[in-house]
């Protein structure tokens, strides 16, 4: 009964032109962050803005819808964002036991993002769940390889959390960060990537998906990277989305440049995503460390990379400004997008993401101290968001 009736409320997802995109609003977050902002010129001219009218905005990117307080990947956080404003919606793809093509962060995450464990499916998780034990957290592991797609649509999605002190699977379910919310999570909807491309259309905006490494050794079932990376091209095909409205993204440079071989209308805006804070001894501010050849990759046909916020920044004098690493990618004709914004939550000190502005003194007014910088000196040309309504607002009041 469960899976019939979540089928169901799938087929109740607009079809591509069926339904108009929703009205736009900013709602009370950007003024509540302007508010926050050192007097001066940028508060000053963002809340000359307070009366504009929301307009639709590509450097808006809703990463994974609006994850600040929806179910990440599913159709209500896609719709929060499209409404405010988010032009580009993003689509983490991995693959089902039956090779079917979903939208979920990690292949490995069903644990953490639905309620897989106290389902009747919890006894094909890859790692069953493990209540804590002395100083051993908490655990489990279960994949959407584990699944077939009727199987995954029959899961209910909820906030991504994991509680490490649990000691059933239904406690499992808790340790969510006090600054989110449970608020939306009911009757919330998975999507497949072909749901997630359609829903998209009708909701007005363009496409993002990011190709995820799979947690299964490949081939699987005699699926291939390369076979993996050409299904998600061809649901955009067969949808009849054009090229140019797509920025297929990947952590692996392999995908990038199989895209830009064998595809080469989608690889020419093909994304990098930089994972380069992984290698040891990388400094954003030294050249030398930096793993990627930032004109080679260029010569191959790259043109955007996408590495986390911070990389993108320095401070210096008490002021936040491009960092090395920004001015060498732009300088080789890269053009940068970045993530992600409001994933932090109130800033109080020593978020990753935040993480080269140390010597500044925190709070939230740093989101815009930050993003202006970022779209004004380090030229970034869009910008993720766990909330859009942050970049769509001041977007539009920068004419950007």
Known sequence: MRLALLSAALLLLPAPGTADPPALSYGPRPAYLISQLPEGALKDRLQACAGQTPARTDFSIGHRGAPLMFPEHTAEGYQAAAAMGAGILECDVTFTRDLELVCRHAQNDLHRTTDILTSPLADRCFQPFTPAAGATPASAECRSSDLTLDEFRSLRPKMDSANPFAATPQDYQGGLPSWRSTLYSGNARLLTHADSIALFQ???????????????????????????????????????????????????????LYWIEHEPEFGRQAVLLDS?????GFDHMIPATFPYDFAALKAQGVTYLAPPLWMLVTVQDGRIIPSAYATAARSAGLKLITWTLERSGPLQGGEWY??????????????????????????VQGVFSDWPATVTYYANCMGL
């Open 354 to 379: 935040f993480q080269s502005l140390a010597d500044l003194s925190p709070g939230d007014g740093m989101y815009y101290q930050l993003l202006d910088v970022l779209a004004q000196d380090a030229g």
């Open 202 to 256: 009708s909701l007005g905006a363009k496409f993002m998906p990011e190709l995820k490494a799979p947690a299964v050794p490949m081939p699987f079932n005699g699926f291939t990277q390369q076979d993996f990376a050409q299904k998600l091209i061809d649901d955009y095909k067969s949808a009849g989305i054009p090229p140019a409205d797509v920025w297929v993204q990947s952590f692996s440079l392999d995908d990038i």
């Open 276 to 280: 380069s804070y992984r290698q040891e």
